[in-house]
């Protein structure tokens, strides 16, 4: 089962900023937080990880509490092709390392 | 980045019938995974594709249904077996660190309808 779990759908006006939650409250101390993201019609695609630190890269931030029980994906200025299911996982890693998808959140970019 | 082709990209197939689905990733990857995304759902992970050896099937799939091959570490063939109107869905396979990526990357999927 996955361990996460995330708003069924959000909106966001385009050019704000998307947060996107996710708690993960069950997570362990060696299990990584990754996002996804399923644009219609396409395999998922990466976006960001991370342990415990917040993270950045050219598409979007990672936030992490320090209890490591949530999340917060930023998508820092969102366009209509941010339209998208956002899929946050815990990624097991290691012998068993397999990732889990759970409903995801389905997010609307409003012009 | 590493690329993962599909194929075929889609397929209508008679109830009864079995399809294979061949998955060739563009560098050498550990591990190999098929996912089924039935319409409107999220994706569901089928097995794990074991070089050499037999697939790592999650709880509900099983390989009569679903057999699996990985003959090396770029190369992954998918089966649906007698299929049913309800084996309708999206095939997706994926690979772990393809070209040194983080995390999986995924092909652009399979779309299977049964009639």
């Known amino acids: 089962d996955a361990k996460t779990t995330q708003p069924t759908s959000m909106d966001c006006a385009e050019g704000r900023a998307a947060n996107l939650p996710c708690n993960h409250s069950t997570i362990s101390g060696n299990e990584y937080v ?78 | 980045s590493a690329v993962i082709s599909q194929k075929p990209s889609r397929d209508i197939c008679q109830r009864g019938t079995s399809l294979t689905i061949q998955c060739q990733v563009d560098s050498q990857v550990t591990m190999m995974f098929w996912y089924r995304q039935q319409p409107g759902q999220s994706l569901t992970l089928i097995a794990t594709a074991n070089q050499g050896s037999e697939a790592t099937y999650e709880s509900g799939f099983v390989i009569d249904k679903f057999p699996i091959s990985r003959p090396n570490l770029t190369f992954s063939t998918l089966t649906v077996s007698n299929m049913s109107p309800e084996d309708s869905s999206i095939y997706l396979c994926s690979a772990a660190g393809a070209g040194g990526a983080y995390g999986y990357t995924f092909g652009s999927g399979t779309r299977l309808t049964v009639v």
């Open chain 1, 34 to 111: 990754y996002w996804y993201r399923q644009i219609h019609s396409q395999g998922p695609q990466y976006i960001i990880h991370g342990l415990k630190n917040n993270e950045t890269n050219e598409m979007a931030s990672l936030i992490i509490t320090e209890d490591r029980k949530s999340s917060t994906l930023i998508l820092p200025h969102a366009t209509l092709r941010d339209t998208a299911v956002y899929y946050c996982i815990v990624r097991v890693g290691g012998r068993d390392d397999k990732i889990i998808f759970g409903k995801g959140t389905r997010l609307h970019i409003l012009p």
